[in-house]
């Protein structure tokens, strides 16, 4: 473990944004993590995972703890189920191979999203009719004060819709050191109703698909829609679909007859953020080294060489933009530092 200084996190940030750390180490287990946040020397400490969920718009002048703890377990299983742990650095994608590997189910539809273990509870990362709560059943994270180790529940998360106690009440709180998940070994659950996956199911000519073959449909539509981030820079969804009131959906249904709703509540409903951005025109549009990916609104990108400053401006006018035609106010989905 090794304290190195003024070190560019263009390569630990998905956006591929070439903001500096004065301070940076990267960490390989819970003891190195309690070593280094109990350092006097450095007040302001910056804790970073896959670098995923996250747009940089300033140089970091403190300490950045890269957390890189390693390792996948299995804690206990019967004929059924099995109790599988993840460490926080372990790359997300590649736990899903490795437990589809074991033909472990219940992670299948969220294949090939971008990030780390560690911060898939903060986010309650989700797709395709599936979300990480659903299989989730707890989670190990250091106090960063007390450097104790606490054990949250999955009822005790308060997970809801890319929302977590993480992102909420206990923020900058906890760093999150393992992960523990209930999957299947057997009659596997499949949800191959959500998006394009049974019609990509059919095209893959599939009439009694596996976990794998979820997945590979998965993988297959996520890459027609999604650009790669080690080849454009990006985040994945930088914004989250926006949930309103029944009265107000069908008021823009009068005004916007192909507006599409999911029904979430009795009384909500939720709008595809993506066609909200792509009906105001920004689907595939560039400024200079930064814009809209041409395959799907919901995804900024970086080109190149663009600031974590003009992905931003970018997202604030498609906000201010949105909510002038429609008067929806859209959030962001990433983490703005």
């Known amino acids: 473990m090794q304290i190195q200084q003024n070190i560019s996190l263009k390569s630990y940030n998905t956006f591929g944004i070439d ?48 957390i890189n703890i390693k390792g ?32 472990f189910g219940g992670l299948e539809n969220l294949s090939l999203i ?42 005790e998360c308060l997970f809801d819709y890319r929302n977590s106690i993480f992102k909420q009440e206990a923020k900058g709180q906890y760093v999150i050191c393992s992960v523990t998940f209930k999957l299947t070994k057997n009659r596997h659950t499949l949800h191959t109703a959500y998006g394009a996956i049974q019609s990509e199911l059919d095209n893959m000519q599939i009439t009694n698909p596996t976990i794998l073959d979820v997945s590979n449909a998965v993988i297959a539509i996520r890459q027609s ?19 309103i009131t029944n009265e107000v959906y069908q008021n823009l ?18 709008i595809p953020a993506g066609w909200l951005i792509e009906k105001a025109g920004f689907k595939g549009k560039t400024f200079g080294d930064y814009g809209v990916h041409k395959n799907q609104a919901l995804v900024l990108v970086n080109y190149g060489n663009a600031s974590g400053n003009d992905i931003l401006n970018l997202a604030k006018l498609i906000q201010n933009t949105i909510m002038r035609i429609f008067g929806i106010q859209i959030e962001a989905e990433v983490n703005i530092i």
């Open 19 to 66: 903001a500096k750390a004065k301070y940076f180490v990267s960490v390989t287990s819970i003891d190195e993590l309690s070593e280094v946040l109990s350092l006097q020397e450095y007040s302001e400490k910056f804790i970073l995972g896959g670098g995923s969920n996250m747009l940089l718009t300033q140089d970091i002048n403190s300490l950045v703890i890269h």
């Open 72 to 103: 996948i377990s299995i804690s206990s299983e019967d004929s059924n189920s099995v109790l599988v742990t993840a460490n926080a650095g372990e790359n997300w994608h590649e736990f899903v191979c490795w437990c589809l590997g074991n033909d």
């Open 114 to 155: 971008p990030g780390n273990v560690g911060s898939a509870p903060i986010q309650n990362i989700g797709a395709y009719g599936v979300e990480l709560k659903d299989s989730f059943i707890s989670c190990e994270a250091l106090n960063i004060e007390t450097l104790e180790l606490k054990t949250f529940t999955n009822a």
């Open 225 to 243: 829609k999604l650009p790669d981030p080690k080849k454009i820079g990006n985040s994945g969804s930088f914004f989250k679909n926006p949930v």
């Open 253 to 270: 249904k009068v005004l916007f007859e192909d507006i599409p709703g999911y029904p979430v509540s009795k009384n909500e409903t939720k």
